[in-house]
């Protein structure tokens, strides 16, 4: 293959890419449940073959990490370069609840995407590699709290409260309203560190 075939080959899966992952992000956001949406349907959504698809991300679980990472990148430039209380810089006490509302908000917002990365690949959410991540920025923070304690199982408590099977059975079974739902969180995450948190002597 010459260098000009080689340039084509390469901006056709660049297009095939970001076609497929707009048809999947359409897809899961008017399903009924995730498990509906399967490859052939995002194929044929983004007027693609199956091979394509399977090429570009290798399996279901591939996918839906790639729409789930497109959607989420602005909520993660904003944790990391942001303003406070979400971005860096912003009092433990307050970049806590700050970020758990993001994820609960971003959660709400996505729903279906979310509920199915959680249970895509694996036995366990806790398995996933976007766990991990807001798990160790979350301990990180807590640690700098005076009298927390444990800040590893601290971040896992916390993070329950926002996790994709919560949201939906509040949000979808019970019916619960997005500012509901946030005004709970914020309760239960301020409650929670205002009777672990020693203020500073």
């Known amino acids: 293959m010459n260098e000009t075939a080689a340039r084509r080959t390469r901006k056709d899966a660049v297009r095939n890419r970001a076609a497929l992952i707009s048809a999947a992000d359409g ?77 609960l908000t971003f959660k709400i917002d996505n729903r279906h995407l979310a509920l199915a990365l959680e249970s895509a690949g694996s036995d366990s959410p806790y398995q996933a590699d976007h766990y991990d991540r807001w798990h160790g920025l979350l301990r990180g923070i807590l640690e700098q709290v005076p009298g927390l304690g444990d800040g590893d199982f601290a971040a896992h408590a916390l993070l329950a409260a926002v996790r994709a099977d919560l949201v939906e059975h509040l949000a979808g079974a019970r019916g619960a309203g997005r500012e509901e739902l946030r005004g709970r969180l914020a309760g239960f995450v301020g409650r929670f560190l205002g009777a672990s948190a020693v203020p500073p002597g």
């Open 27 to 103: 897809l899961f956001t008017h399903c009924e449940h995730p498990e509906d949406v399967t490859m052939a349907d995002v194929a044929a959504a983004a007027g693609v073959g199956k091979g394509t698809l399977f090429r570009a991300f290798g399996d279901r679980t591939g996918l839906i990490h790639a729409v789930y990472a497109a959607r989420l990148e602005p909520v993660e430039q904003a944790v990391a370069e942001g303003p406070a209380p979400l971005g860096p810089g912003a009092p433990p006490l307050e970049r806590v609840p700050a970020l758990l509302d993001a994820l």
